[in-house]
């Protein structure tokens, strides 16, 4: 069965520092996501991604996230200066054409900033 | 703006038994989809079980149903006989736009 996958597992960084994350959707899927989830709270919409650009950020998505498509398959988020408050899991997810599609998830990245 | 809420924290129930997890949301749109999502102690966020709202039968998969009441707004999960295995936080969540909009979770514990 098809999958998300996403990598790293666990990246730790230093604050201030440049972190990109990755995600490689499922392969006929057409609507990319990044959710966050701080540790004991609920997830978070940050960002959709639908024909090489974003159709819909939340406030969580400021000038210091970006996404990218850099290829046929890849999907990334970029942290550009990292935050302590940054540290969270981060979901990749996707969907196929229909607004009746579900969105499938990947495993998710734990990232911790120092 | 829509909000998901999920009033119990945490949940407890014997193995083999049932247990009904509470959602409620409110909306104003009339066509849209509502989720539940099982998070193991791993955190990877797994699709159990999705209602379209335009649909009157609640949806069942194996030991999981709903009960989807459109008018309250009121979208619960029933977990028949129970397993260990089911053990996880329990995300309740609606589209919205483009976005999925999540409660609070809900903590199951299964004990023997």
């Known amino acids: 069965e098809p999958e998300v996958t996403q990598t790293p597992s666990h990246q730790v960084t230093q604050m201030g520092q440049e972190v990109i994350l990755r995600c490689v959707p499922i392969s006929n899927h057409l609507y990319f996501y990044w959710y966050r989830q701080i540790l004991g709270q609920k997830v978070e919409f940050l960002v959709s991604?639908?024909?090489?650009?974003?159709?819909?950020k939340s406030e969580i998505f400021d000038d210091q996230f970006s996404v990218e498509r850099p290829d046929g398959s890849n999907f990334t988020l970029k942290i550009r200066s990292t935050k302590l408050e940054d540290s969270a899991m981060y979901f990749c997810?996707?969907?196929?054409?229909?607004?009746?599609?579900?969105?499938?998830f990947g495993p998710g990245t734990r990232l911790l900033v120092l | 703006a829509q909000t998901v809420t999920q009033s119990q924290p945490e949940m407890s129930v014997q193995e083999a038994e049932t247990v009904t997890l509470s959602c409620t949301y409110d909306?104003?749109?009339?066509?849209?989809?509502l989720f539940w999502y099982k998070q193991p102690p791993s955190r990877q966020m797994i699709l159990v079980i999705r209602?379209?709202?335009?649909?009157?039968q609640n949806a069942t998969e194996n030991r999981f149903s709903v009960n989807f009441q459109k008018a309250a707004k009121s979208f619960s999960l029933k977990i028949s006989d129970s397993q260990l295995g089911d053990a996880a936080m329990y995300f309740c969540?609606?589209?919205?736009?483009?976005?999925?909009?999540f409660g609070k979770g809900t903590s199951l514990l299964v004990t023997p």
């Open positions: 909306t104003s749109e009339s066509d849209y989809y």
């Open positions: 969540a609606q589209n919205s736009g483009y976005a999925l909009n």
């Open positions: 991604f639908y024909n090489n650009e974003i159709s819909e």
């Open positions: 209602q379209e709202a335009y649909k009157q």
């Open positions: 997810a996707s969907r196929g054409v229909g607004i009746q599609e579900t969105q499938y």
